[in-house]
């Protein structure tokens, strides 16, 4: 990297409202690919975790697998991590809600959309599970049905975390605008309170202070978003001082497997979120200094492009097969490889159909007439990297 281009990633860029009327955009932040290979990793995670709960494997092969996968749950303190930093380093800097809204909506809704009528289709069909009454089915639409703790799980379960999401959206314009006014100091400041609030919540989660677990609540989940975007902003301002790429994949994985010693549920997250919160930054540094990463190739890239849609479709996938292979049916090893293989293969050829066929096209269909014409003396807008995929349930 050259002396020039390292000055100015340690340079804060400029505050919204203090770019002369007319003056060009601040250049765009560079593209993180390792993120995006880094999303197929967790989503990878919580596909064995959904592998382990519906049985599989027995004997040796399901002890393996539990230990393994086991606590795939984590995956979503991941995803939501990730999802406050790719925001925040992407944010435009005149950006207005509505508009940043807007964009959210047409990233993840018709892939939710059309998941939420499969899953319809397969209730009534292939699963014969009781179909939702309708003020549930309609706030599983609306990505609303976590704020109800009885209906997270409602239609496709794993939806649950595109709720919080959808709060999370609501909640990032006031949150940027927050942090461009906050300097370093500050920045660090929120970020440690997002650590103690997470830590807060699973200590009083784990004692049973609350009547329902909070796990799926979405206010609970918002301060590992937060983090996120503190340490977006500490690499934007030239001010992070994490550990490098290896050191914080170790302390992830470290935390990923200290997990069974905690009480089931959202005191996991207090186990990840220090790796995890140092491994995003770390692979964003990496990539911007041009570091070795393995998550940068481009079949991890592509795969990572595909996590969202194979996020959504897989669990689906895993109950079709139930009607096949029965409820539990621990098989040995073998046979638990090649079911497993063939529903992560029919899951992949899916997303892969959602991605080409709906999420892309949908995206430019809804963002198309959406675009402002060009004036003279304008610039282009530049082009928003792809947000992380939520995943888990």
Known sequence: MTTATTRALRTPPARTGQAAAGSPAPPAPPSLPSLTGLRWMAALLVFGLHVHNFGWFGGTGGRLVSWGFGAGATGVSFFFVLSGFVLTWSARPRDRAPAFWWRRIARVYPVHLVTLVMALVMAGTLTHRPLPAPDQALANALLVHSWWQPWWQTLNPVSWSLACEAFFYAAFPLLIRLLRRLGA??????????????????????????????????????????????????????????????????????????????????????????????????????????????????????????????????LLVLRAATTV????????????????????????????????????????????????????????ARREPSAPAPARD
Do not use: N
């Not at 269909?365 to 014409?373: K, Q």
């Open 185 to 314: 100091r500050g920045t660090t400041a929120l970020g440690g309170l997002s650590v103690a609030a997470v830590v807060l919540l699973a200590w009083t989660d784990a004692h049973q202070w609350w009547t329902h677990a909070v796990y799926s609540f979405p206010a609970a989940r918002l301060p590992e978003f937060v983090l996120g975007a503190v340490t977006a902003r500490l690499v934007l301002l030239g001010r992070w001082r994490g550990p490098g790429l290896e050191a914080s994949l170790a302390l992830a994985v470290i935390g990923y497997f200290l997990v069974p010693q905690v009480t089931p549920g959202y005191s996991a997250t207090v186990c990840t979120l220090a790796g995890f919160a140092l491994l995003i930054p770390a692979a964003a540094v990496a990539d911007l200094h041009g570091l070795p990463s393995l998550w940068r190739s481009g079949r991890m890239v592509r795969l990572g492009e595909l996590s969202f849609a194979f996020y959504m479709v897989h």
């Open 325 to 380: 292979l029965g409820t539990k049916p621990r098989f040995g090893a073998c046979a638990g490889l090649a079911v497993s293989a063939t529903a992560f293969a029919v899951s992949l050829g899916l997303s892969w159909v959602l991605y080409e066929a709906v999420e892309r096209p949908a995206r430019r269909l809804l963002l198309r007439r959406r675009r402002p014409a060009a004036r003279p003396d304008s610039v282009p």
